[in-house]
T-cell receptor, first 114, second 115 residues
Framework: IAGITQAPTSQILAAGRRMTLRCTQD?????MYWYRQDLGLGLRLIHY???????GKGEVPDGYSVSRANTDDFPLTLASAVPSQTSVYFC?????????????FGPGTRLTVL | AQKVTQAQTEISVVEKEDVTLDCVYE???????LFWYKQPPSGELVFLIR??????QNEISGRYSWNFQKSTSSFNFTITASQVVDSAVYFC????????????FGSGTQLTVLP
């Protein structure tokens, strides 16, 4: 069982380009999340999804969009990347829709926007 | 609003020393959950523990122990007889029933265990 996989592992991107970060889980978890990690700030929630077909905004959603077409996949899209979106991005999942379950994290994607 | 404070930015200890990582939280909700995660140099986030607000019993797991005190809004983490492999960034996090699924993280404590 892989748990959560993220792709790519790292990426360097020119400002203004569109980028989709992929996240797949094989645990049949209902809820999924995207966080960004910046030095000294811990992790901050970008978007979440309670179940397939639903999404919600987190603390820092501007400049990002998500979709949840099925249980396993939760891609994060940057429509027009800016340098302030340089960060490490983590995808996470939790078992139920309650929102208070333990969240398990993927290995992360390191994104640099120049 | 909820908040997690990890006042210790960096801690260095020598192997076999005990070390305590502090975590202080703020929330208006009476139902909430506290977590600790470990982030080793390889970068992944590893879940360590989850506690709910109604269970103040301390917990021990091998060399790890956690002290939850609602009176001081603290959830401290102690590593006994530290090892070099314990070197990592440790995050305390909080989610409450009214937080719309937002897991709020502290800024993390970088622990370095020297041989």
């Amino acid at each position: 069982i892989a748990g959560i996989t993220q792709a790519p592992t790292s990426q360097i991107l020119a400002a203004g380009r569109r980028m989709t970060l992929r996240c797949t889980q094989d645990m049949r978890h209902n809820a999924m999340y995207w966080y960004r990690q910046d030095l000294g700030l811990g992790l901050r929630l970008i978007h979440y999804s309670n179940t397939a077909g639903t999404t919600g905004k987190g603390e820092v959603p501007d400049g990002y969009s998500v979709s949840r077409a099925n249980t396993d996949d939760f891609p994060l899209t940057l429509a027009s990347a800016v340098p302030s979106q340089t960060s490490v991005y983590f995808c996470a999942s939790s078992a139920t829709v309650l929102g208070t379950d333990t969240q398990y994290f993927g290995p992360g994607t390191r994104l640099t926007v120049l | 609003a909820q908040k997690v404070t990890q006042a210790q930015t960096e801690i260095s200890v020598v192997e076999k020393e005990d070390v305590t990582l502090d975590c202080v939280y703020e929330t208006r909700d009476t139902t909430y959950y506290l977590f600790w995660y470990k982030q080793p140099p390889s970068g992944e986030l590893v879940f360590l523990i989850r506690r709910n607000s109604f269970d103040e019993q301390n917990e021990i797991s091998g060399r790890y122990s956690w002290n939850f005190q609602k009176s001081t809004s603290s959830f401290n983490f102690t590593i006994t007889a530290s090892q070099v492999v314990d070197s990592a960034v440790y995050f305390c996090a909080l989610i409450s029933s009214g937080s719309a699924r937002q897991l709020t993280f502290g800024s993390g404590t970088q622990l370095t265990v020297l041989p």
